[in-house]
């Protein structure tokens, strides 16, 4: 029973390039969550999607980050020109159901580190 | 949006010692509240949750109570061991602002047990 993968698990881009990275829920969920984390900081939310949908980007910067999750295949975080601000690794969640007001048990993956140069 | 404090930064204790964490939060609406170890290089692990509807839930040497009222919870690890070194976050369910709810983590604390 395979839980949340992500990859890559490091990443290295130069500034100006482009980053992908992937996340394949847990088997049965449809509901992922990106998550970013700085050194010495919890993790900001970004996005959750549900499959084909992206129900709520509010915490994803307005430039350059885009997101989705495909009918078929792992969802993707995208991050075009990439500065060294980027730099952090980026968590990827999934869950069987969407939280509510009660909430629900996020399960996340190893996340990907990415360093930008 | 729910704001969620967490304290200590950081807590050494003697092995078999007792560590408690508290956090605080904002939203007096929030009534999820999970608690997440990572250990070095790995993603955070759901280690236990509550919901407001209990003021206290147990899982073998941790616990977590909630105080609703004054808007915290805490983390109870009995006993520590030094496989319980790592870093932990707890978060609490909030409104996003753009049509979902969403956990709101702490800032986490880094937990050491010396052997």
């Known amino acids: 029973n395979a839980g949340v993968m992500q990859n890559p698990r490091h990443l290295v881009r130069r500034r100006g390039q482009e980053a992908r990275l992937r996340c394949s829920p847990m088997?049965?969920?449809?509901?992922v969550y990106w998550y970013r984390q700085l050194p010495e900081e919890g993790l900001k939310f970004m996005v959750y999607l549900q499959k084909e949908n992206i129900i709520d980007e509010s915490g994803m910067p307005k430039e350059r980050f885009s997101a989705e999750f495909p009918k078929e295949g792992p969802s993707i975080l995208r991050i075009q020109q990439v500065v060294r601000g980027d730099s952090a690794a980026y968590f990827c969640?999934?869950?069987?159901?969407?939280?509510?007001?009660?909430?629900?048990?996020?399960?996340f993956g190893s996340g990907t580190q990415l360093s930008v140069l | 949006g729910e704001n969620v404090e967490q304290h200590p930064s950081t807590l050494s204790v003697q092995e078999g010692d007792s560590a408690v964490i508290k956090c605080t939060y904002s939203d007096s609406a929030s009534n999820y509240f999970p608690w997440y170890k990572q250990e070095l290089g790995k993603g955070p692990q759901l280690i236990i949750d509550?919901?407001?509807?209990?003021g206290e839930k147990k899982d073998q040497r941790i616990a977590v109570t909630l105080n609703k009222t004054a808007k915290h919870f805490s983390l109870h690890i009995t006993e520590t061991q030094p496989e319980d070194s790592a870093v932990y976050f707890c978060a609490a369910i909030g409104y996003s602002g753009a049509g979902s709810y969403q956990l709101t983590f702490g800032k986490g604390t880094k937990l050491s047990v010396i052997p």
């Open positions: 969640a999934s869950s069987l159901s969407p939280h509510g007001r009660g909430g629900e048990k996020l399960f």
């Open positions: 088997k049965g969920h449809s509901h």
């Open positions: 509550i919901r407001s509807n209990v």
